[in-house]
């Protein structure tokens, strides 16, 4: 039956992984769906879970959703599976391609566009928390991207992380690594602002401090300020000054006479 509905999902058995995993493909799924339940309670319990409906599954339990996304995760590993030189099996991309392959699947099933758009984000950045957790040094402003990459599925791309996380090794995961894959999750949920702080400088000041005329640099170097104040790099007038002024140098070395030309009237 899997074969005839969901072909994608069931091209997943036998599907070897590196050392890093301890199951097939197929199987890590099967273990990452058992600990779905577990990790949901764990942050907090369903009730901050999107409603059914915002998530395009109007009228379906509240974990269905989310559940469909782990299911669907890691579709594009068959499809990208490589071997290096040295041995070692690659799934580059498998985020992207899988995201694709899980909307053919919906609309296959004539499931909703909002409900497509679900999966993409969850799927598409669903390695991005992991890959955090082994950043050194993590900076506040790099949980403060990740954290708009995924609204306002916030609560459930930490947990498919974590259930991701949890169903990789087993046995022989790091009781550490786990450890400070929740503290991560936590922070990013609980911690990282909701909402925009207000910015030491407008688009006038920001035109008048870089002799910019209106234009989309204008808003790139809002949207830059922004980040740096949301992650309390910028807390005053002064420091948006200089963070502003060493950007426009970064931006005018990187792209030269074409930036200058774009910038100024």
Known sequence: VLSAVLPEVAALRGVEQNPFHHLDVYEHTLEALERLPQVVAQM???????????????GAPPLAALAF??????????????????????????????????VDIAARLHQSRRFQAYLTLLIRTHLRL????????????????????VEPFVFESVVLSLADRLATRGAHTSAASIARHYRL?????????????????DGRQVMELLG????????????????EVDALEVRDREQAVRFL??????????????????GHA
Request: glycine share 8%.
């Open 185 to 201: 999750a936590r922070v990013v949920w609980l911690e990282i602002p909701k909402e925009t702080r207000p910015r030491p400088l």
């Open 212 to 227: 910019l005329a209106p234009g989309p640099l204008v808003g790139e170097a809002l949207r830059a300020l922004q980040d």
């Open 69 to 102: 996304a782990v299911l669907f995760h890691d579709l594009g590993k068959p499809v990208v599976k490589q071997t290096a030189q040295d041995g070692r099996i690659l799934f580059l991309r498998h985020d992207d391609v899988g995201a694709r392959m899980a």
């Open 44 to 58: 907090g319990g369903e009730r901050f879970l999107a409603v059914p409906s915002q998530c395009g599954l109007p």
């Open 245 to 262: 002024r060493r950007w426009w140098e970064r931006r005018r070395s990187e792209f030269g006479e074409d930036v200058e030309r774009a």
């Open 130 to 149: 992991g890959f955090l957790v082994r950043e050194a040094p993590l900076t506040r402003r790099a949980l403060l991207r990740y954290r708009r990459a």
